[in-house]
């Protein structure tokens, strides 16, 4: 396997992060409303490749911590020539694009996780030759690592499917074995095919919300890559953000705050499906069944608040598991059991039961959740977004093959399901979905099966947003809850077509846990909406 490890980005940008890029992930709402939700006590990693815009153009890949408003002290500089923690050094030059992309990862005071209590500073060819690669891997002790770069055939070509394969599995067989998420940059270019590392089963490729990145599907067998996408300009740039919000949620669930169970909480698969579950979907997503994601977006854009109020929501397990003969009908079994919650997650396992010479007894694993989904308000209908995720397991090929589906438990029918045959992630995303009790089943099925067993993550969220409106003496008031975020509030004088919605209003102020703007009474008719540009 020939590849070349490429740097990603110009590495020219501003150093100052424009609020409005943490306004889109969600991080200025999450410290408006929470308490040193920063990254404290979590070790990353930042592996980069030389920037050639930075004099002298080779091993230039240091940051500086000055630039990004650390102390050197947080830092240690590895390389093939040994390790240094000063700053500067005998092993590299500063780099630019490192630091542009430390400055979204964890800078002060423009970084998503400003209070990160480590970092590991790699020269990247070092970091994959040696490290990930390695016949026997050391644990480095960073849950999360950024990989702003790129792997490209020696003639800059995209890397053949075997050889993204190789470099894959290299990656997925070290996260499995020490909970590592590797969050990747899924190059720049669409049309262009994402590129790996991105591509790599356990950890989360990233694009650039505007559209201008690569795009899946995977050129080795059609699996839905990228997972998120961020604003940044570029993929180098976008990926930190992603990087941050990992190591915040991180940091939330081991301090507790998804509930006692915090390694659970803060296991590399409950933070990958908390991530995508919180993704604000862009007007235009959609996805191509069996494929759980957009091939543009991913699951959509970034919001770190989001998931963190799902990971708030507490750890739920299913309400009753089954074991059924393989391929048969799974309709719900009218278990009277209620998750409690309609916004969580869960961290589980479920059993199929194989035997290759009886294939007649071959047995699939369903485990239900049932959810109530109702406010009381008789018209109100629902938003459901759900995200399932596992592993490949360590050195395996194939993954187990699990699915999610949503049944109407009155009528028994099937609301919608995520089935992909070659995903190790399946998603449920439905707008408009009508009051009831519904079954929500993770399956597990028993045929060419990697292991009878599976452990999973399952974050999960149904809502409805209420908009309300009162008068205020001479002004109207309206309000709305802050969680879930990425809505606007829009308004129009005429609901007879074509529609024209207005925008034009001041930012919310957050007050106990609510969006309030006032306005000026008119004596003109006005029609009001949320919405989710």
């Known amino acids: ?79 093939s020539a040994g390790s240094n923690t000063t700053y500067p050094n005998s092993l590299g030059f500063e780099s630019h694009h490192a630091e542009q992309v430390a400055g979204n990862f964890y800078g002060v005071p423009g970084g998503v996780a400003t209070n990160v209590a480590h970092v590991d500073n790699f020269e990247a060819d070092y970091f994959f030759n040696l490290v990930i690669a390695s016949n026997f891997p050391p644990d480095i002790n960073d849950p999360v690592v950024n990989q702003s770069f790129i792997f490209t055939a020696a003639d800059g070509s995209h890397v053949s499917a075997s050889d993204q394969q190789g470099l894959d599995s290299a990656y997925d067989n070290y996260a499995a074995q020490y909970n590592t998420l590797f969050i990747s940059g899924a190059g720049n270019g669409a049309p262009a095919q994402v590129n790996p590392p991105a591509t790599c089963y356990n950890g989360i490729g990233v694009g650039v919300s505007d559209g201008s990145s690569s795009i899946g599907p995977t050129i080795d067998n059609g699996r839905a890559k990228p997972d ?50 919180g993704a604000i979907k862009p007007a235009d997503w959609t996805n191509n069944a069996p494929s759980p994601l957009d091939t543009r977006y991913g699951a959509g854009v970034l919001n770190v608040f989001n998931s963190y109020k799902q990971l708030t929501g507490g750890k739920h397990g299913y309400t009753v598991s089954e074991i059924i003969p393989s391929g048969n009908p799974h309709p719900p079994n009218g278990d009277t059991g209620t998750v409690s919650t309609l916004s969580g997650w869960d961290f589980n396992s479920i059993l199929s039961i194989s035997n290759n010479n009886l294939p007649l007894l071959l047995q699939d694993g369903v485990n239900h959740y049932y959810f109530n989904v109702t406010n009381g ?153 949320l919405w989710r540009p």
């Open 1 to 79: 396997m020939r590849v070349l490890l490429v740097f990603l980005g110009t590495g020219q940008m501003a150093l100052n992060i424009h609020a409005s890029n943490l306004d889109t992930v969600g991080v200025t709402l999450l410290q408006t409303v929470t308490t040193n939700v920063n990254g404290a006590g979590v070790h990353v990693a930042q592996p980069e490749a030389a920037d050639p815009n930075t004099s002298p153009g080779t091993n230039t890949w240091e940051v500086n911590p000055a630039v990004v408003g650390q102390p050197t002290n947080v830092f240690i500089y590895i390389s």
């Open 228 to 277: 998120l996408i961020a604003p940044g300009g570029a993929t180098s740039f976008s990926t930190p953000f992603v990087s941050g919000a990992a190591a915040v949620l991180m940091q939330a669930g081991l301090r507790g705050d998804g509930g006692s169970s915090t390694n659970s909480a803060a296991n590399i698969r409950t933070v990958k499906a908390l991530l995508l579950n």
């Open 377 to 529: 308000v008789s018209n109100a209908t629902f938003t459901a977004t759900i995200t399932l995720v596992w592993n490949r397991q360590q050195n395996q090929t194939n993954i187990n093959n699990l699915d999610l589906f949503l049944y109407n438990t009155i009528s028994s029918n099937l609301i919608t399901c995520s089935t992909s045959l070659v995903d190790n992630v399946e998603h449920i995303f439905i707008p408009h979905l009508p009051q009831g009790r519904y079954d929500l089943q993770v399956l597990k099925h028993a045929g060419n099966s990697v292991s009878d067993t599976e452990t999973y993550a399952l974050a999960f969220e149904f809502f409805s947003l209420p908009l309300n409106i009162s008068p205020s003496g001479t002004n109207t008031t309206l309000s709305w809850p802050i969680y879930p975020a990425g809505f606007v509030l829009e308004s129009t004088t005429n609901l007879t077509a074509p529609i024209f919605w207005s925008t034009n209003y001041p930012s919310p102020v957050v007050t106990n846990n609510q969006n309030w703007v006032v306005l000026n009474a008119t004596n003109h008719i006005q029609f009001f909406r």
